[in-house]
């Protein structure tokens, strides 16, 4: 994970399987979230921390249990599913862009490198990271936004450990503590 990032921003192990224990996967949630929470809650946050004007709302609570926004290398105004978006990425080949994710249960946040690219006439998706300059821009606004907000940075390995006794409707019995805390899936880990 983030070299830069301070290492009293990421959450304390034993602070994430308490919040996880406290939020069992016996209710569901997307109806509060999607009738009473503003999506939009993050984004001037995330705007001033990141320094641009474009933050991509990908936020929608079905299977959810964060605020979900994706922040675009350069700052162009690109949206998933625009045409936009998609001339921008056939253009010159590739996107980079970090997903960030904000628990609705517990002050905690994910962040993910993703890698938007033109091949053979289609347009993939992969994790990757970028240049340095690009990870060292987003670990500084990432360390700002949690630092403004008072949110702790789950690390890898704690997003990967199941968690026993539970049953989620879409991963099914012993999810991920990032499915308990962050999105109900198949996937145990973001990518």
């Given amino acids: ?23 069992t996967g016996r ?21 001033r921390c990141f320094s641009v004007a474009n933050v991509d709302n990908l936020t929608d609570f079905n299977y959810s249990r964060c605020f979900n926004y994706a922040i675009n290398e350069g700052d162009p105004e690109l949206y998933v599913g625009g045409q936009d978006f998609n001339e921008y990425v056939v253009e010159r080949g590739m996107l980079d862009r970090v997903h960030v ?10 962040y993910k490198y993703v890698r ?12 990757g990271a970028g240049s340095e300059e690009w990870k060292n821009k987003v670990e500084t606004a ?35 503590v990032f499915n308990v805390l962050f999105e109900d899936g198949s996937s145990g880990f973001p990518y």
């Fill in 1 to 23: 994970m983030a070299t830069q990032l301070e290492n009293s921003r990421y959450a304390p192990p034993e602070r994430v399987n308490k919040s996880v224990a406290e939020f």
């Fill in 27 to 47: 209710y569901s949630l997307s109806y509060l979230l999607g009738k009473y929470v503003d999506k939009n809650f993050w984004l001037s946050d995330l705007r």
């Fill in 101 to 110: 994710m904000v628990s609705t249960l517990a002050p905690f946040v994910v």
């Fill in 116 to 127: 938007y690219e033109h091949r053979n006439g289609q347009i993939i998706l992969r994790s």
């Fill in 142 to 176: 990432i360390s700002d936004f949690c630092n403004v907000n008072n949110l702790l940075v789950v690390s890898d390995d704690e997003l990967r450990k199941t968690v026993d006794g539970i049953s989620l409707e879409l991963h099914g019995p012993n999810p991920t």
